[in-house]
C-alpha cells in the first residue's frame, strides 16, 4: 500500500498562496470554510480573542492567518520546515515551529483549542494524533477536527476526483486506507478523554465557479466548500475535553 505524500509541501514557496492551478488551491478554498466554522466553535464556547489556539500541521498558515488577525494567539506546528518559513512571511502576528502532530512540545493543558485540520489523514497514527492534542488543550478547551470518511465515494472524489479541477495534483496527495470513518474518529476521541460534540459534512458548492474550474483545470477565485448533510466524502467536526 502506497504511503501518503507529504514531501512536496516543503517545496510549494508562495504557491501555497498564489497558484490556483495546483491542488494546494483546493486546500485554500477549503479554508475559508474551516476558519468560519473554527470561530463559530469558538465563539459558541466563549473562548475569545486572546486565547492561547495550537493550529497542528499549520503549513503555511492559511487558518493561522486569518485567527491571529482577529487577535487569536496562533501557535502553528509542522513538521515542513519550508512551509513554516512562508507561514513566518505572511503571518507575522503567530508563532511557527518543528512540530510533529505525534509528539507535540506542548505542556498539558496549555491551549483553549488546538487545531486538527487536514492532517489526522497524513498520519499513520492518527488515535496518537487526537490524543496528543487533548493533553494539549485545557479541560472545557475544544479540539477542532476535519478529515475524510472512508467510503467509496471519498476514493473518487478525494483520491481521483479532484484532479479535475487541478493540472497539478501530486502523486498519493490522499491515501484512501488513511480516511476515517466518523465513528472510528469518536472512538479515538473518547479514548483520549474527549466528547464529540457534532460533525458536519463537506463538500464543494456545485455552482458556476466549479464548474469553470473544471472546465479550466484551475480554481476560479469564487470556488468555494459548503456544508452537506451526508459525511460521506469529508467531515469537519469539534471535540470537547472533559
Request: with cysteine.
Amino acid at each position: 500500500m502506497p504511503a501518503v505524500n507529504n514531501a512536496f509541501y516543503d517545496d510549494l514557496g508562495d504557491r501555497w498562496f498564489e497558484d490556483d492551478g495546483h491542488a494546494i488551491a483546493l486546500l485554500r478554498a477549503e479554508g475559508i470554510l474551516k476558519t468560519a466554522y473554527v470561530r463559530e466553535v469558538l465563539d459558541r464556547h466563549g473562548i475569545d480573542e486572546g486565547a492561547r489556539v495550537l493550529d497542528v500541521a499549520c503549513g503555511a498558515g492559511l487558518v493561522s492567518l486569518p485567527l491571529a488577525d482577529a487577535g487569536y494567539r496562533v501557535e502553528g506546528v509542522d513538521l515542513s520546515e519550508g512551509s513554516l518559513a512562508v507561514a513566518r512571511q505572511r503571518v507575522p502576528d503567530a508563532t511557527f515551529r518543528v512540530g510533529d502532530a505525534l509528539a507535540l512540545d506542548a505542556e498539558d493543558g496549555a491551549y483553549d483549542a488546538v487545531l486538527l485540520l487536514d492532517v489526522l489523514e497524513h498520519v499513520e497514527e492518527p488515535a496518537r494524533a487526537i490524543a496528543e492534542a487533548a493533553r494539549a488543550v485545557r479541560p472545557g478547551g475544544v479540539v477542532v477536527f476535519n478529515t475524510f470518511n472512508q467510503t467509496p465515494l471519498s476514493w473518487l472524489v478525494a483520491v481521483h476526483g479532484f484532479k479535475a479541477v487541478v493540472r497539478d495534483a501530486p502523486q498519493h496527495l490522499h491515501v484512501w486506507r488513511l480516511f476515517i470513518p466518523p465513528e472510528t474518529l469518536r472512538g479515538y476521541a473518547r479514548a483520549a478523554g474527549l466528547r464529540v460534540e457534532e460533525v458536519r459534512g463537506m463538500r464543494p458548492r456545485l455552482d458556476g465557479a466549479f464548474w469553470r474550474s473544471v472546465a479550466r483545470r484551475r480554481i476560479d477565485p469564487g470556488f468555494r466548500f459548503t456544508y452537506t448533510s451526508t459525511e460521506a466524502v469529508g467531515y469537519v467536526g469539534v471535540a470537547v475535553k472533559a
